[in-house]
């Protein structure tokens, strides 16, 4: 067994292998239920499913949300635009270590640091040309290794190229909604 940060590699290539050759194998279904708790406040659960959609466990994870002060929250707990950003450094983070390990490159430190930057008056509905999400994002990545500049620009691009979450936010992935009033 070969691992490089903390990545079996042998075990990745043989998943890479498995879904090329059985797309459905590649298939997920991710589900999440987030219900208002109070004033501001929401919390949402994490169900798990197996690749067949068959639940296997529920609330095998929960996140608290809420509002910064400044908005009318409580600050107990990140808001969902923060949530955003904490999800595309998970996103990369993975994305990183696995293509790194497939690579061969070692990671001796890895971190994100993002940002996002709104304009309230979209969200409140005060401005029409102002819109309601972040007008702006960054990432800087901080990697501390011995690749060669070359190998490290070739992973960020495989990573940015292959990442769901970069993916969603810069093609804007279709969304569907419906409202059940019970």
Not at 10 to 36: C, M, N, Y
Not at 91 to 118: H, K, P, Q, T, W
Request: include cysteine; aromatic fraction near 6%; glycine fraction near 8%.
């Amino acid at each position: 067994m070969t691992v490089k940060n903390g990545v079996d590699v042998e075990q990745l290539g043989q998943a890479v292998e498995t879904i090329s050759q059985e797309p459905d194998a590649g298939r997920f279904r991710f589900h999440a239920k987030t219900e208002w708790t109070d004033a501001l406040k929401c919390a949402t659960t994490i169900d798990e499913f197996d690749q067949a959609g068959n639940r296997i466990r529920t609330e095998t994870f929960r996140i608290e949300g809420d509002e910064p002060e400044e908005i009318l929250g409580e600050r107990t707990g990140p808001n969902a635009v923060e949530l955003l950003l904490a999800a595309l450094g998970s996103c990369l983070s993975v994305g990183y270590a696995a293509n790194a390990a497939a690579m061969g490159i070692d990671l001796e430190e890895l971190r994100f640091e993002l940002d996002g930057d709104i304009d309230l008056r979209g969200f409140l509905g005060i401005s029409e040309e102002v819109r309601p999400g972040y007008s702006t994002m960054t990432c800087t990545t901080y990697i501390t290794t011995d690749a060669s500049d070359d190998e490290v620009i070739e992973l960020k691009e495989r990573v940015e190229k292959t990442s769901p979450l970069m993916d969603m936010i810069a093609n804007e992935a279709p969304l569907e909604t419906d409202v059940v009033v019970t």
